[in-house]
C-alpha cells in the first residue's frame, strides 16, 4: 500500500499508528505540498454500508469545526473500496504515550492541557458537535507544546451503528461516562465526564478505575467511587480535585453545565497556583468582510465633518488610563511580605508557613535525595526575598533516597566484604564479635540483603574468633539509635543512658559516645549515648508556655470550613481543620514554644489572630 495514491493526491508514506477502527498513514498532498495524516478504516467497517454513510457525515461536519486545539479534517474520501479522512499530520506523542513515559504530570501542566482540550470541547458543543471518545489516546501534543484534540465525530459514527450489530464497546472503557457505559443517552457533559477522567489519570498516572476487562471497568463507572486524586498525590490543590469531583458526577445533572463553567474554575486553579492558562489562546472570532456590496456615503460640505468619533474615542482613552491607574494603584497597595525558609520542612509544614504569610505553594518537581520522603529542599523564591502577597512560591520536594539492592556478603573475609560493598558506593562499619566461625570472615550484616538507600551505611560482624574475651567498639556516630542498640546487642555491651541534644543532624541520629571508637573493652560494660533531636527551634529554644485550655466557636449563619493554627518557634502546627456547625463549641488544649499567636481561618479566609496566651474562647462568625 506505500506509495498509493488516494484522490489523485494523495501520496501514502509510512504507516505511523492505529486504532480499533482505522489505520493511520503519514501521506504527501502533492497538490499543496505538505505533509498529512491519513485515517483508512478497517475492513470490518467498510462493510457496514450504514456505518460507513454516518462516518462520512460525520467527518464531514468535524472538518466545519476550525479551532487551534483541534486537529484540523482537510478531506474526506474512498476509493477502490477504502475509505479515508485526511487531516492534519501533528508531530508529537499522544497524551496516553506521555503520561506512560513519564507518570504523572505537574499539577499547573495538567490543568493546562485541560483547558486546551475543554476549549475544544467548547468550540466543538457550540457547532452541535459531541466528541463521545475523549481519552488520552485521542489528545496529541506537538514538539511545541501545544494540545491538539482529533478524532471528532467518528465515535458518534460508531455508536449509531457498529455497537448496535457486533455488541462490541468502540473506545475505550476506562474514559466512558456512566450513561455511555450503560448505553443511554449521550450529550456534551459525557465528554466532560470523559475529560474528568483524563485529568484525574493526568495527575495521579492512572485513570479512575482499572479491571481485568472493559465490562468491569464500565461496570465501576456505573456502581463506584473512584479514590480522591488528593490520596494519590496530597500536593494537589483541593480546589483541583474540586473540579475532577464534580466532572465525575454519575449524575450528568451534578456535572458542570458546560465548557464555558468548566473553563472559569480551570482558569482560577492556573492563578491559584501561579500558571499561565495555557501555551496558546485562540483567535477571536472576527466577521468575516463583506464582499461584492459596494456602499457609499454622501458628502458633507466643508464644516461639517463629523466630530463625535473623535470625542469617543478620546473618552475611550480616559477610561483606559484610568482603569490602568487603578489597576497599578491597587497592583502597588499589596504589601509586600519577606519568604520564609522552608527548605528542611515537611511538605504540610511548608504550605503551613507560607499560607500564614499570605504566600501560595506549588510542587514544581521530585528528586531522589538524601531528605526525608516529602521533605522540601528548593524553593523559589529564595528564602528572605521580598515579594508581593499572594505570590506562588514554587518548592522542589524530596521523593526520598534512592534504594540499591545490598549484596549478601556473609561468609566472605572483611577485605573481600569492604571491596564488594564499597563497589556500589555503601559506607561500611565493622563490628568485631566473639564467634565459631573463622577469624576474620564476616558472620553477620545489617541490614540483610535488601534494598537500603544508596550511600547508606552497612554494618559488617567480623569473627574475632572463639577465644575472644573483648569486644572492640565500632564507631556509632550517625548511625541511628535503633541501629546502634542492636550493634551493642550483638555485642553484648548494653546501652544504659540516651541523651538528647539539638542539633543540625537528623533527628533520632547518633552524635557521640561514651566510649572511644576501637576500644577493647569487657563484654557487659554500659554505654551511653547522645542523640540528635532535630535543629532547635527558630529564634532558640524559648520559653515553654501553656497549656492553656481554649474554646472555639463558630458563630456564622451556616456550616463552614474551620482551621486554627498554633504559630510559634518551631514552626506551625494545625489544631482544628474541620467543618463546624454554628454556635457549636469546640475546646483545644494549647502548649507553645517561645512566643506564639493562634491564626483562625473560615473558609480559607483569615478572620482571627491574637497572641497567647489567650484567656477564654474565640468567637469568630
Do not use: C
Request: glycine content about 10%.
Amino acid at each position: 500500500m506505500k506509495g498509493e495514491v488516494l484522490g489523485g493526491r494523495y501520496r501514502l508514506e509510512d504507516r505511523i499508528g492505529g486504532g480499533g477502527m482505522a489505520w493511520v498513514w503519514k501521506a504527501e498532498d502533492t497538490l499543496l505540498h505538505r505533509p498529512v495524516a491519513i485515517k483508512l478504516l478497517r475492513e470490518e467497517f467498510v462493510a457496514d454500508e450504514a456505518f460507513v454513510r454516518r462516518f462520512r457525515q460525520e467527518a464531514e461536519s468535524a472538518a466545519s469545526l476550525v479551532h487551534p486545539n483541534v486537529v484540523h479534517v482537510y478531506d474526506v474520501g474512498a476509493e477502490n473500496g477504502m475509505h479515508y479522512i485526511v487531516m492534519e499530520l501533528v508531530e508529537g506523542e499522544t497524551l496516553k504515550e506521555r503520561i506512560l513515559r513519564q507518570g504523572p504530570l505537574p499539577i499547573g501542566r495538567s490543568l493546562q492541557v485541560a483547558t486546551s482540550v475543554a476549549r475544544a470541547l467548547q468550540a466543538a458543543h457550540r457547532k452541535g458537535i459531541v466528541h463521545r471518545d475523549i481519552k488520552p489516546q485521542n489528545i496529541l501534543l506537538t514538539a511545541e507544546g501545544r494540545v491538539k484534540v482529533t478524532d471528532f465525530g467518528i465515535a458518534r459514527a460508531a455508536s449509531g451503528t457498529t455497537i448496535v450489530h457486533t455488541n462490541t464497546i468502540i473506545g475505550s472503557a476506562h474514559y466512558f461516562a456512566p450513561e455511555q457505559a450503560r448505553g443511554g443517552f449521550t450529550d456534551e457533559k459525557s465528554d466532560l465526564y470523559s475529560l474528568g477522567a483524563v485529568l484525574y489519570e493526568m495527575l495521579t498516572g492512572q485513570p479512575p478505575f482499572e479491571g481485568a476487562t472493559p465490562v468491569a471497568v464500565a461496570l465501576k463507572h456505573l456502581q463506584e467511587l473512584p479514590i480522591s486524586p488528593r490520596r494519590r498525590r496530597p500536593e494537589i490543590p483541593k480546589s483541583v480535585e474540586a473540579i475532577v469531583t464534580r466532572l465525575l458526577e454519575k449524575d450528568p445533572a451534578k456535572r458542570y453545565a458546560g465548557a464555558d463553567a468548566l473553563l472559569a474554575d480551570l482558569h482560577r486553579a492556573l492563578d491559584e497556583i501561579g500558571e499561565p492558562m495555557t501555551e496558546e489562546d485562540p483567535p477571536t472570532a472576527t466577521e468575516p468582510p463583506n464582499r461584492g456590496v459596494r456602499r457609499t456615503t454622501p458628502q458633507r460640505g466643508p464644516g461639517r465633518r463629523r466630530i463625535w468619533p473623535w470625542v469617543v474615542i478620546a473618552l475611550a482613552l480616559a477610561l483606559v488610563v484610568y482603569g490602568g491607574a487603578r489597576a497599578f494603584s491597587a497592583w502597588i497597595a499589596v504589601p509586600n511580605v519577606k519568604v520564609a525558609k522552608v527548605e528542611g520542612l515537611s511538605l504540610t509544614k511548608a504550605t503551613a508557613k507560607l499560607k500564614v504569610q499570605g504566600l501560595g505553594s506549588y510542587v514544581v518537581g521530585r528528586e531522589h535525595v538524601s531528605a526525608p520522603r516529602n521533605t522540601v529542599v528548593n524553593q523559589n523564591p529564595a528564602p528572605g526575598d521580598v515579594v508581593k502577597k499572594g505570590r506562588v512560591v514554587q518548592l522542589l520536594v524530596s521523593d526520598g533516597p534512592r534504594l540499591v539492592q545490598v549484596p549478601n556478603v556473609v561468609g566472605q573475609t572483611i577485605g573481600q566484604a569492604e571491596a564488594t560493598l564499597q563497589a556500589e558506593k555503601f559506607q561500611v562499619r565493622v563490628v568485631q564479635v566473639k564467634s565459631p566461625e573463622v577469624k576474620g570472615n564476616v558472620v553477620r550484616q545489617s541490614p540483610q540483603a535488601g534494598t537500603l538507600p544508596q550511600g547508606g551505611t552497612v554494618h559488617l560482624y567480623v569473627s574475632l574468633g572463639p577465644s575472644a574475651t573483648q569486644a572492640s567498639i565500632p564507631d556509632l556516630t550517625g548511625d541511628t539509635l535503633s541501629t546502634a542498640e542492636s550493634v551493642m546487642q550483638a555485642l553484648n555491651v548494653p546501652i544504659t543512658d540516651v541523651t538528647y541534644a539539638y542539633s543540625t543532624a537528623q533527628s533520632g541520629t547518633v552524635l557521640d559516645q561514651s566510649i572511644a571508637p576501637g576500644t577493647q573493652v569487657a563484654q557487659n560494660m554500659n554505654m551511653t549515648l547522645t542523640v540528635s533531636q532535630g535543629p532547635p527551634p527558630e529564634g532558640g529554644t524559648g520559653t515553654p508556655g501553656g497549656p492553656d485550655q481554649i474554646t472555639v466557636t463558630y458563630t456564622g449563619q451556616s456550616s463552614a470550613s474551620v482551621e486554627v493554627w498554633l504559630v510559634d518557634a518551631t514552626g506551625v502546627s494545625v489544631l482544628l481543620n474541620q467543618t463546624l456547625q454554628p454556635n457549636t463549641p469546640v475546646p483545644l488544649t494549647v502548649s507553645w514554644q517561645g512566643s506564639g499567636r493562634i491564626e483562625e481561618y473560615v473558609n480559607s479566609n483569615l478572620v482571627y489572630s491574637q497572641p497567647l496566651p489567650i484567656q477564654g474562647g474565640i468567637s469568630t462568625p
